[in-house]
């Protein structure tokens, strides 16, 4: 089993919508939450951050993690044909001294 | 800043031979990472220095990969010799801090095709 499972897709929806994109974990201890985006031919970027639980908002983007469940997702709302992209998910903490688990990364993508 | 600067952009050899990727991190960044991207594997993080010193290197995969950082501006990833199944995407990334709030900077990666 991986430590950080994502569905690698492809996502398929119509301009507008609201995106849901998930990630599980298994490990406990992480604490530090990301989300990248990346578009085709180009290196992933940073999306959002949360640290711990709860959710962060920013623009059209909420980050939310849930540590119980050991559970992160991240929504879109309005969904634009520019957000067409591959969304990774990618976490931390401090004894794996920082360094980031990815996800798979899902692929989405939006249709006019 | 233009950002991380990788070069070349795509490469294409001959299995054997030695293949070099160049990196040129942002300036003021103390973290400088190496990743593999393939589709059946995603990202890989390769290496890791931090102030030009390499600090984890327990992602290269075999004695035929190393990397260097001779000073802050510029580091090197060379493989050889390549074998087909090195062909992926490599990444170079830098940061400012080990603390994640400030994010991975990526390069547009070094398409690399060993044939």
């Known amino acids: 089993q991986k430590e950080v499972e994502q569905d690698p897709g492809p996502l398929s929806v119509p301009e507008g919508a609201i995106v849901s994109l998930n990630c599980t974990y298994s490990?406990?201890?992480?604490?530090?939450f990301m989300w990248y985006r990346q578009y085709s031919r180009k290196g992933p970027e940073l999306l959002m951050y949360?640290?711990s639980s709860g959710n962060k908002e920013d623009g059209r983007f909420t980050a939310q993690v849930d540590k119980s469940s050991k559970y992160i997702s991240l929504f879109i709302r309005d969904s634009q044909p520019s957000d067409s992209a591959t969304y990774l998910c990618a976490m931390s903490s401090m004894d794996s001294n920082y360094q980031l688990i990815w996800g798979a990364g899902t692929k989405l993508i939006i249709k006019p | 800043d233009a950002g991380v600067i990788q070069s070349p952009r795509h490469e294409v050899t001959e299995m054997g031979q030695e293949v070099t990727l160049r990196c040129k991190p942002i300036?003021?960044?103390?973290?400088l990472f190496w990743y593999r991207q393939t589709m059946m594997r995603g990202l890989e993080l390769l290496i890791y220095f931090n102030n030009n010193v390499p600090i984890d290197d327990s992602g290269m995969p075999e004695d035929r990969f190393s990397a260097k950082m001779p000073n802050a501006s510029f580091s090197t990833l060379k493989i050889q010799p390549s074998e087909p199944r090195d062909s992926a995407v490599y990444f170079c990334a830098s940061s400012l801090s080990a603390e994640q709030s400030y994010g991975y900077t990526f390069g547009s990666g070094t398409r690399l095709t060993v044939v």
């Open positions: 490990n406990s201890a992480f604490q530090y």
């Open positions: 300036s003021g960044h103390d973290y």
């Open positions: 949360t640290y």
